[in-house]
Nanobody
């Protein structure tokens, strides 16, 4: 089992910055992929960033150039640095970890989410 805990959300003015953290614990394999998704009211969940155990990253076009994902590998912790925040970035942000093990196929785990609100 894997447990994810997010932190760092809050209220920020447009143009400001926030840094989200996600700490993973439990049975984590070396090939895991961690990332962030967000869900705004009345919208589908959107994957915005991911990072592999070797440090390869993917960033969604909607946040490219403004958001950066990083991973503290040996602590199984990831970060999402969000700069130049816009009103449309308001959403609940979820941490995700996906992995396959020698005993099970690929499985995704999710944190409880942290609210990010951008005000004008």
């Amino acid at each position: 089992q894997v447990h994810l805990v997010e932190s760092g959300g809050g209220l920020v003015q447009a143009g400001g910055s926030l840094r989200l953290s996600c700490a993973a614990s439990g049975s984590i394999w070396s090939g895991s992929v961690m990332g962030w998704a967000r869900q705004a009211p009345d919208k589908e969940r959107e994957t915005i960033a991911s990072i592999t155990s070797s440090g390869d990253t993917r960033i969604a076009d909607s946040v490219l150039g403004r958001f950066t994902i990083s991973r503290e590998r040996y602590q199984n912790t990831i970060f999402l640095q969000m700069d130049n925040l816009k009103l449309d970035d308001t959403a609940v942000y979820f941490c995700n970890l996906g992995q396959a093990t020698n005993a099970s196929p690929w499985k995704d785990y999710w944190g409880q989410g942290t609210q990010v609100t951008v005000s004008s």
